[in-house]
Nanobody
Framework: QVHLVESGGGLVQPGGSLRLSCAGPGIIFRLNVVGWYRQAPGKERELVAR???????NYADSVKGRFTISRDNAENTVDLRMDSLRPEDTAVYYC?????????WGQGTQVTVSS
């Protein structure tokens, strides 16, 4: 069983920053693509950023230049640093691991950007 655990969400004012962290299982986590997705109320879940085992990253256009995804292979974590947050970034953020053709999801963490 693959368990992903997210942390770091919360309430922040527009323009502020948050760091989300996803912890996963050892070598499976390190050798596969890990992504951060988000889902706002009434909207479909969308990819925010992803990072390959070798460190190659991809971002949604809406977060380029503001969000940074990174890996810490020693700690088996993937972090999402979010800067210059906007109200439209408000959503539940989910960590994702694709392994052996199956998607695994964390429980989600709420990010609310509001003054």
């Amino acid at each position: 069983q693959v368990h992903l655990v997210e942390s770091g969400g919360g309430l922040v004012q527009p323009g502020g920053s948050l760091r989300l962290s996803c912890a996963g299982p050892g070598i499976i986590f390190r050798l596969n693509v890990v992504g951060w997705y988000r889902q706002a109320p009434g909207k479909e879940r969308e990819l925010v950023a992803r990072i390959e085992s070798g460190g190659t990253t991809n971002y949604a256009d809406s977060v380029k230049g503001r969000f940074t995804i990174s890996r810490d292979n020693a700690e088996n974590t993937v972090d999402l640093r979010m800067d210059s947050l906007r109200p439209e970034d408000t959503a539940v953020y989910y960590c994702n691991l694709l392994w052996r053709g199956q998607n695994y999801w964390g429980q989600g963490t709420q990010v609310t950007v509001s003054s």
